[in-house]
Nanobody, 114 residues
């Protein structure tokens, strides 16, 4: 059974940093592109960063230069280093395949105060 567990969120002031972690069960995650998504209140979920099994990354324009996605030695772990956080980054952050497949995890809340 596929399971996604996100962690690392919290409350931070604008300009601060957080590092999110995702542990995904199931071998499918180690051989496919994974990504971090976010959903702000009243908005649709959006993809903010993706990484292939070979380490090729891509980012939404809104986070480019501030966020860095990486994979752990266990290829079914994914991290998101978030620097220079802005209030508009406030959202629940989720990880999943790109494109998304299967059930979503519970996500981790990131709140950036101004």
């Amino acid at each position: 059974q596929v399971q996604l567990v996100e962690s690392g969120g919290g409350l931070v002031q604008a300009g601060g940093s957080l590092r999110l972690s995702c542990a995904a069960s199931g071998s499918i995650f180690s051989i496919n592109r994974m990504g971090w998504y976010r959903q702000a209140p009243g908005k649709e979920r959006e993809l903010v960063a993706g990484i292939t099994s070979g380490g090729i990354t891509n980012y939404a324009d809104s986070v480019k230069g501030r966020f860095t996605i990486s994979r752990g030695n266990a290829k079914n772990t994914v991290y998101l280093q978030m620097n220079s956080l802005k209030p508009e980054d406030t959202a629940v952050y989720y990880c999943n395949l790109v494109p998304a497949l299967g059930p979503w995890g519970q996500g981790t809340q990131v709140t950036v105060s101004s």
